[in-house]
């Protein structure tokens, strides 16, 4: 459902 948009507001660096 949020799961990225969690992640990256919650771990942005991993994401990128």
Do not use: D
């Not at 969690?6 to 994401?15: A, C, F, N, R, S």
């Amino acid at each position: 459902k949020c799961t990225r948009v969690e992640i990256h507001l919650l771990t942005p660096q991993g994401l990128q």
